[in-house]
Structures are given as structure tokens and as C-alpha cells.
């Protein structure tokens, strides 16, 4: 029986054996296809946000502070292709994730400590409530989507403990926290059908309980089909 084909394409169009062999390990019960956006021949089902340089802080109303590096052209193109493509779904890893807190109206915490170069816990809430797992991370800024409504973000996950004891604005200085924060590591903004993952689940062995959880993740929340 031949699979239903399935259309990805990446935001800033630049394809990657890791990153194409992980999305089709998570897509496994369709035929996938990798699209070129500049020249795309099918409407793409899936928009891949991925990894890379820090996020404009003039996006979300800050200055740019002193850690914070920037490439304003990827930004610009990767945010027109988010609004062209609005209503697809899209998967945010790391910078991607970042970038799609920061289009769906968050913040983001310009500077964080001891959350690059690591392995560490990941808790769940909701469906997966109880249930922690460990995914790779490098990271020094973090998503903040605290700065909206109840309704317009969705935390799923957050880092079992408190890595960071510094949480720097664009004035560099510590960024007052709300009472109930908890350090995100997985955000979904339903009105935009983005799915924010700030670790790197591209790098886990698909035969693990961690990719396992991310894989019914996407699909449950943004494929549906």
C-alpha cells in the first residue's frame, strides 16, 4: 500500500541530512517529500524552523544586549515566510523555536547560563503530565512567551530544574520574572499552529522514549491528519 505523500520544506530553504532524516523518522507512516521553497512545486504540509543566530531583539521590543548576535536578514526572510504561509503548520527547534515565540507575540530572556552544550530533564504537563525526559540543549537565549494571554500559548514543557541563575533583557540586566515561571522548553501558540521546541530532539536516537514523546508530540499537535 503506497504511503499518503507529505510536503516539508524549511524556512530558510537550506536542507540537512540530520534534519531531514529526523523529520522523516517522525513523519514515518508517510511518503515525505523535502520541497524547495523558492521554486515549490506542492504546498508545503510541514515549515521546519530551524537552528542558528539569535533572534532581532527589536522584534520584541528590546535593545540588543551585549551576548546577543544577530542575522537580521534571515530573520526578515524567515518572518515574511511565516506570515505567507500562515496557516501551515510549522515546527520550531532552538533558534526556529525562538523565532516563533517571537512572531506569535512572546519575548524572549536575551541571555541564560547553563543551558548550552548539555543533556538535561525535560517535565511535561497536560496529556504528558509526569512524564520527564532528557533531550540536548545549546542555548543561551530562551523563549518568554509569559508576556501573553492564558489562552494564546500553551507550556508543555519546562526544565525539570532551574539552571540559570541570570535571566538578562536588552539592558543587560536580570528581567523581573513572573511569579510563576518556569524555564520553557516547549511552547505551542495555537492561533499560528506553532510548535516551539527549544532543545535539539534532532540529535536523539529515534529508538529512545525521548523521540518516542516528540514524535506523538508533532503529531498530535500540529500534523492532525
Known sequence: MNKQKFYVAYANNISSALYDNFIKNVLSDYDVEILDLKNPKKFPDLIIFTGGEDVDPSKYGENKGKHTFCNEKRDKEEEKIFYNFAGTPKLGICRGAQLLTVLSGGGLIQHVENHTNCNHLISFLNEFKGLEIELP?????????????KENYE???YSTYFRSGVYLDGKNEQKKLKNDFLEPEIVFYPSYNSLAIQAHPELVSCDTTAFNTIKSLILSKIIKK
Not at 542555548?139 to 494571554?149: A, D, E, T
Open 155 to 157: 507550556l508543555i514543557a
Open 137 to 149: 540543549s545549546t542555548h543561551h537565549q530562551m523563549m518568554y512567551p509569559y508576556n501573553l494571554k
